[in-house]
């Protein structure tokens, strides 16, 4: 029951009425049997992904209680093969933390474990998007973050364990990764999220879809946890819009000196305005926005390589 397509990890929901009636505008919790995540991402697998030296500080954090554990409480310094100093993560210190209730954080792991790496492809086949994946452990009643909203679409698969999660009622309109949409107060978090729109516990094996914006916070039950956490991004208007000043460079208008006379200013900028739209409306802008679905996502690497032949 190995999760290979976009439609496997919906199922039992039909993709088209998920990309008709859920996406982008609503929650959707899907139960889904245990044995389609069977051997995807086991203990012994996260052992293992440990043991090969590519963590630091950067992909790998500890969280106590909705507070990040600072890197030099479960890191050691080591000079690399570069000669550069770097924190990296000590097992004993990091089993420490663990047996405190501390959750375990692994960021960017889609290219490490080869399944999770076909749940990401499948992203790229059914939507066109770009997409990364995130490992949760977390530990019997710790709450690893607060009540706050992603700026990507989130699709959390819980494989192992359950997790209890509540979805409020705010939802921000589609929030992007910029500085305007950075370090939300915690009092305009509480103002914001609303009610408790639902509280559910996700079974291993079950998926949540979780569209930019939706408020949540997450906390493990009877024993450990760990969910994977896919940030899924599709091409958008600003996108487009980037394509446009791409192009607008090609144009001498803008690449003329703005008017020193405070007064001619707004005369100027309603030029450039019209000439902006002028060169967002020019066939071969369209053209490259209409190719943005295809090269959005760049294809990996894929080495195959064979003995050569004598």
């Known amino acids: 029951m190995a999760i290979t397509s976009f439609a496997d990890l919906l199922a039992p929901t039909p993709v088209d009425e998920f990309l008709d009636k859920t996406k982008g505008r609503k929650w959707q919790h899907i139960e889904a049997p ?8 086991s203990w012994p ?55 405190r209730g501390a959750s375990l954080v692994l960021n960017e792991i889609e290219t490490l474990v080869p399944g ?50 509540r979805i409020y009622e705010g939802q921000l309109d589609a929030p992007v990764i910029h500085a305007r949409f950075a370090g939300m107060p915690k009092e305009m978090v509480q103002r914001q999220r609303g009610k408790v729109q639902r509280e559910f516990v996700m079974n291993t094996g079950d998926l949540l879809y979780l569209p930019r914006g939706r408020f949540h916070d997450a906390l493990a039950t009877d024993g450990p946890s760990i969910h994977l956490s896919f940030a899924v991004s599709e091409p958008k208007g600003l996108d487009y819009l980037q394509m446009v000043l791409d192009e607008a460079v090609g144009d001498p208008a803008f690449r003329a000196d703005l008017p020193l006379a405070e007064a001619d200013l707004p005369a100027h900028f309603d030029r450039l305005a019209d000439r902006l739209r002028d060169v967002a409306r020019a066939q ?27």
């Open 34 to 41: 245990a044995e389609r995540v069977d051997g995807l991402f």
């Open 45 to 99: 697998e996260l052992s293992n992904l440990l043991n090969m030296e590519v963590w630091n500080h950067q992909n790998l954090l500890l969280v106590q209680d909705t507070q990040p554990v600072p890197p030099q409480a479960y890191c050691r310094q080591r000079v690399d093969r570069s000669a550069q100093r770097q924190f990296v993560p000590d097992p004993q210190m990091v089993q420490q933390h663990l047996g």
């Open 116 to 165: 999770i790496l076909a749940i990401v492809n499948a992203f790229t086949e059914g939507l066109g998007a770009k997409s990364s994946a995130n490992a949760y452990i977390s530990q019997q009643n710790h709450q690893a973050f607060d009540t706050h909203y992603d700026k990507t679409d989130v699709f959390a698969l819980q494989v192992y364990g359950q997790k209890r999660w």
């Open 284 to 310: 071969r802008t369209k053209d490259r926005g209409r190719a943005l679905r295809k090269t959005f996502v760049q294809p990996r690497a894929n080495f195959d390589i064979a003995p050569s032949k004598k």
